[in-house]
């Protein structure tokens, strides 16, 4: 009976990768940010892309966007002045939820790598030993593997892994590169198998600002104390311009009063004195 028991018990389920992204931007992003998230959107065959929110004060409505669209990650870039790029990567409904400055970007046609990769294809995740030396490294390790990685069980996705994304940490930033991973050498296609890694693109640079509680509000659990704002950036060289402009104008008035001493006196005996 015992072993009839068994045989019928219902074998326990594997859980399942249900990971869906939501990603969308604000209004006043550039051509290059666009290309950025077109060459996301092909790398990751899981994200649902949506219309552009229009208010940049109601970030409350993203959860709720979200929602809509049957997703739990959404990754909502946010443009600044129409030059500075923030990036959000958050888990939805309950967070938490990150805020990065996106740098030096790179896209794919503008970076020409002779690197491919099948589109819809399931990249591997290969995160620098930095990250589980801090407690935010951690937690965006975990943000970021349920955002990158790609469901076995995704719509658009194929079942080929062709590529590899790195993240690594220096400087406190985080590196961002895709790569391909290449099992014969071109040049000898009949040699033995030699496994070489070409970059794809795009690359970019994510400087970690702070880390909410929730999905786009709550608490601050991380706060970055070393980053500056762009804008404050662009300020200090404005004011140091200012400042050569100021040197330069007090040298002038100086080089003026010095050659105003250096004048001489009418002499008595000058020519028009002497014959007047």
Known sequence: ????????????????????????????????MRHLMNDLEALLPHVKKDSKLDSKNHLN????????NNCNNTLYFEARRHEDLYLWA??????????MHVQNIHTMD???MTGNCL??????LSFAKEFDETEWGKLTKEVFTHIFGVPPQARKAKPFIDH????????????????????????????????????????????????FEGAFSGATVYS??????????????????????GHRKHAQAERGLRKDRRKLGEDELAVSKVFA
């Open 1 to 32: 009976m015992d072993v009839d028991r068994q045989e019928q018990a219902p074998a326990a389920k594997k859980p399942r990768n249900k990971q869906r992204v939501l990603m969308l931007s604000s209004r006043g992003i550039n051509h290059r």
């Open 110 to 112: 503008e970076l020409k």
């Open 90 to 99: 958050a888990k939805t409904p309950n967070g938490p939820s990150i805020k």
């Open 224 to 245: 970055n104390p070393e980053f500056v704002t762009p804008t404050a950036v662009r300020s200090a060289l404005k004011r140091e311009k200012g400042d050569k402009y």
């Open 164 to 211: 590899i994304l790195t993240f690594s940490i220096l400087d406190n930033k985080i590196w961002f590169r895709n790569f391909q991973i290449v099992e014969k050498d071109p040049l000898q296609p009949n040699g033995p198998p030699q496994t070489s890694l070409v970059e794809i693109g795009p690359r970019f640079v994510l400087t970690p600002i702070r880390i």
């Open 61 to 68: 409505l993203l959860p709720e966007l979200a929602d809509l």
């Open 119 to 124: 589109k819809g294809s399931r990249g591997i």
